[in-house]
């Protein structure tokens, strides 16, 4: 679709490839969101990202403490803008082609399950269709 002008650095391969010590406490997952070259940037037909909108929401509800969230410049895979990576000790997931805010506000809702149920809680149903496959 569009190219990405910015080279990827593949910190998310090496960070998964990364073993805790034992003792240590279970990976908090993080939410990585795309705002980058291509990921909200309505210029090029892509829905601007809510990302002021969902770090009130997540101060508002106390997220950070369960769930990290990161607004991002680009993540590598440009041609699924807008793509948003959620990192849990069961792996990565990558989701892209978001195309609504209610996917953002569905993000937010996943993370306050976290924070009730714990960080085994599965993504959404409506969260997994968008899953993809990075080349
Ligand atoms: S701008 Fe490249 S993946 Fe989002």
Known sequence: MFGCPLTPTNTFARASETTLPSGSEPMKP????????CCGRVNKSNLAVPKDELKT????????????????????????????????????????????????????DWAQNIAVNGP???????????????D
Request: proline share 5%.
């Open 57 to 108: 929401l997540w101060r508002e509800h106390e997220l950070s403490k369960h769930v990290n969230l990161r607004v991002t410049s680009c993540l590598g895979p440009c041609s699924h803008a807008n793509v948003t990576l959620v990192s849990t000790k069961e792996g990565r997931t990558w989701l892209g082609g978001i195309a609504s805010e209610d996917h953002y506000h569905t993000l937010v």
């Open 120 to 134: 085994n809680h599965p993504l959404p149903d409506s969260l997994l269709a968008l899953e993809f496959t990075p």
């Open 30 to 37: 993080t939410v990585n969101i795309c705002d980058g070259c």
